[in-house]
């Protein structure tokens, strides 16, 4: 589709030639005299760039249009153009939003490189925007439970400042998702965020990995690098399973993280660096310490905000939310329409205990996406999925299916029995003594149910 352009300005003559111009390069053109036909202009064919003239006939002048477009319009690029340029007027314009600002008489070539410059940039500034929303959207924390609420108000309260923090939790719950969440609401959202797994790099090059390295610093190092520390300066450095990294890593990188200085391998030049650190592990880093495995001094180094990532069986009233999240997502990155999801399937995926918790989850949703033909996911889907005989689970619509409150129990009590014996590995004394009946009761509450010892 062809760019349009709105030449405005109030001479004739130089309407006609940039109209000519513009269209033997392949643009649509749109003409207007005046400031006042250039809202009208824009309402009845919305231009991706505005040629406008400075001075025009009128009580309203083209700095006065400009003020008025960026207010209304903030996003669509202007080029000025004047016949009676002088510095301080290119200045004011550009201030005031402009583009560029080019003076009559008008050179032509210099206009289009003017042009295809400002359409390029426009072009990857919505770009940016766009990749900005896609990455606000996954790396959205979802969930409106208690403990999710708690989490979000401390990211919240710590994110705009610079303080370190130190993020806790099981795998798979979320906490790289809480470490972008922190730094695109830091200060430092405009610089880089460089994430360090300490637990993927070998102990031999996490040296050179962090701090970079100089031409001949060892076999291999045909180049200099950069260091991760380098890269993230006047960013954030987003230390990943900090509770795997060496005894003898954790000794170097302790007197970076309090000097802010550097040295690349064998090089001697000192490099001063300003990073926040956010680190994350899935370790209990005091009893890593009492073990021996972790150093004191670093964890009270990184300490400075703890924020726990809660497990997924402890929010259970967010899976709802997620799993429509996830479908919306894969339908959109496998291109094909939207599925749903039964509420009987929603309640078993509730009822699941999920202990690789959200990311478990979410390669779950995935696999039902690609692997269920049709618009709706069934709860026999799911029960299949994740192992379940379908017969053997009971949900919320199972039982409000049954007629009579006795049913009701009968049926509960029969799966939680079903469920106990089965982790029990069929052993009915261990059985009984976990539930908290003898083991003649539980013999006869079996024979009672129905219940086969070992088909069930």
């Known amino acids: ?11 004739e003559d130089i309407r006609q030639s940039l109209e000519g111009i513009l269209r033997d390069e392949g643009f649509d053109v749109t003409l207007a005299t005046n400031g006042a036909e250039v ?14 003239d400075i001075w025009m006939e009128g009580s309203e002048q083209g700095l006065d249009v400009l003020k008025h477009l960026q207010k209304e319009y903030p996003f669509l690029p202007v080029v000025m153009i004047s016949g009676h340029g002088n510095i301080e007027t290119a200045v004011r314009a550009t201030k005031l939003g402009a583009y560029d600002y080019i003076e009559k008489p008008l050179s032509y070539d210099k206009i289009l490189l003017v042009i295809e410059h400002c359409l390029n940039y426009h072009r990857l500034a919505e770009e940016n925007i766009f990749l900005k929303n896609i990455t606000a959207k996954r790396f959205k924390l979802t969930g409106k439970s208690p403990v999710m609420r708690n989490l979000k108000q401390q990211i919240e309260i710590v994110a705009p400042t610079n303080a370190w923090v130190l993020i806790t939790g099981k795998n798979g719950t979320g906490k790289e ?32 990995e962090l701090f970079g390295h100089e031409k001949g610093a060892f076999t291999g190092a045909d180049q200099p690098r950069r260091g991760q520390f380098d ?51 899935n370790k209990h880093l005091e009893t890593e310490i009492a073990r021996g495995n972790f150093r004191e001094d670093l964890y009270y180094r990184l300490n400075v905000i703890p924020i726990h990532v809660p497990p997924l069986n402890e929010r259970k009233e967010d899976i709802p939310r997620l799993v429509q999240d996830f479908l919306e997502e894969f339908s959109r990155e496998n291109n094909t329409e939207p599925k749903t999801i039964s509420q009987e399937a929603l309640e078993t995926m509730t009822a699941h205990d999920w202990p690789g918790n959200v990311r478990e989850l979410k390669n779950f949703v995935e696999r039902l996406v690609i692997m269920t033909p049709g618009p709706v996911i069934e709860s026999d889907s799911v029960k299949s999925g994740l192992g379940f005989n379908p017969s053997h689970i009971i949900t919320v619509h199972d039982i409000l299916n049954v007629q009579t409150l006795k049913e009701a129990k009968t049926l509960a009590e029969k799966e939680f029995i079903r469920a ?18 003898d083991r003649t009761s539980l013999h006869k509450k079996i024979k009672s149910l129905g219940l086969n010892v070992e088909t069930d």
């Open 231 to 281: 890269l993230a300066n006047h960013g954030t450095l987003f230390l990943d399973e900090i509770g795997d990294m060496s005894l003898k890593t954790q000794s170097k990188i302790l007197r970076i993280l309090q000097e802010q200085k550097l040295q690349r391998v064998g090089g001697t030049k000192t490099i001063q660096v300003d990073v926040r650190v956010i680190a994350a592990t």
């Open 1 to 11: 589709m062809n760019k349009k352009i709105l030449v405005v300005d109030d001479e």
């Open 420 to 437: 106990k014996l089965a982790v029990n590995n069929g052993n009915v004394t261990q059985t009984a003594e976990a539930i908290g009946l």
């Open 39 to 52: 809202l009208d202009r824009i309402q009845e064919d919305a231009p991706d760039l505005v040629l406008l």
């Open 177 to 208: 998702l809480v470490a972008h969440t922190i730094h695109r609401l830091s200060k430092r959202a405009d610089r880089p965020m460089v994430e360090v797994n300490c637990a993927a790099i070998p102990e031999e090059l996490i040296e050179s």
